[in-house]
């Protein structure tokens, strides 16, 4: 397969306006706000404060709401890690996708076979590889779903993290999913559900050269609508497709002459993923807003800033907008492009 540029979109959102309830607050570090309330490590020398990252988690209190950080030192964790519903705000940090890796190779029913289970709002993932090895990397004639990570809850962002599966890699289930300069592998429906995502600057390696013969194409994307008031849908921008076999770039269960080209705008998706998701009416001749793209890229700067001083000047820059935003989209129910 030729490398080819990615920027399109997959199953955009439906054409009315719509809210989601609004989830916990996640508070920073009150003194210091480019610091987490605090920091726990896992280390499988036992050098840190755990040797398992499921052990982190359970050690989070429930109903959390201060961002704090996990930790996890490089090694091959095999492990399945569920983040329990209840235990939001958490920040997980590996040491890169090529030096941290949590591995399963649970298969046949994609409902338990994911090796990494989000089921909280208000989630970050960076620097670290979620694998589901079964068929990896030789395929057996019985191709089945395995997936590596499972995503539930809403407001969740991963940066330069990889996802590596055969069959069902990601499962993007429900909910908003910004996901920044990652790597994400397989064959057949390897990037699917029915979340509201954003996908920049992401590379996709297509295995369908693996498929067993009687396979003719492997499909990236299953986007889950059901109708066409779903809201979910898939936006791919400024990433690239590579790999071997054929492969179509997705399949879907509805189509309407108005399914590829609708405008995606996120709004108010402000400091540590809190906001509102909307969209408008569209034209074909309309172009998706960069609106969302800028305020996660503003979060970032806040994770990588070093003392309060980028965190103050981003915080204030992002209230004049949002002042902004609400005054104009007091001018109508669905705003403005």
């Known amino acids: 397969m030729q490398i080819h540029s990615l920027t399109f979109i997959v199953f955009l959102l439906v054409s009315t306006c719509f809210g989601l309830s609004r989830a916990i607050e996640c508070r920073v570090n009150v003194k210091n706000p480019s610091k987490y309330a605090y920091t726990i490590t896992v280390d499988q020398t036992g050098k840190g404060n755990f040797v398992t990252i499921q052990k982190a ?38 040491s890169g996708y090529t030096q941290t890796t949590i591995s399963g190779e649970d298969h046949s029913q994609t409902d338990s076979s994911a090796t990494f289970t989000v089921l909280p709002d208000n989630f970050v993932a960076k620097g670290i590889a979620f694998m589901n090895s079964y068929n990896r990397p030789i395929v057996v004639d019985e191709v089945k779903p395995a997936v590596a990570t499972r995503i539930y809850g809403d407001k969740a962002a991963f940066y330069d993290c990889a996802f590596l599966g055969f069959q069902d890699t990601l499962w993007d289930v429900e909910g908003r999913h910004y996901f920044n300069s990652c790597y994400i592998e397989g064959a057949i429906d390897f990037i699917w559900g029915d979340g509201q995502s954003f996908f920049e600057e992401c590379r996709i390696n297509v295995t369908a050269g693996l498929l067993p013969s009687q396979v003719s194409a492997g499909y990236i994307t299953a986007q889950g609508r059901q109708s066409e008031e779903d809201p979910g849908g898939f936006v791919f921008e400024n990433g690239y497709v590579f790999g071997t076999g054929q492969a179509y770039l997705g399949h879907h269960t509805v189509l309407t002459p108005e399914l590829f080209f609708m405008v995606l705008r996120w709004i108010q998706w402000w400091f540590l993923l809190d906001g509102m998701l909307r969209n408008t009416k569209a034209m074909i001749d309309k172009r998706i807003s960069m609106k969302m793209v800028r305020d996660m890229r503003d979060m970032e700067r806040l994770w990588r800033a070093e003392g309060k001083g980028a965190v103050a000047e981003a915080k204030e820059k992002r209230e004049v907008e949002v002042k902004e935003e609400r005054e104009s989209d007091a001018e109508g129910d669905c705003g403005k492009i």
């Open 57 to 94: 988690v359970d050690s989070v209190p429930s109903n959390n709401d201060q961002w704090l950080r996990i930790h996890v030192h490089p090694g091959i964790y095999m492990e399945k890690v569920t983040i329990p519903k209840e235990k939001q705000c958490i920040f997980l940090e590996g």
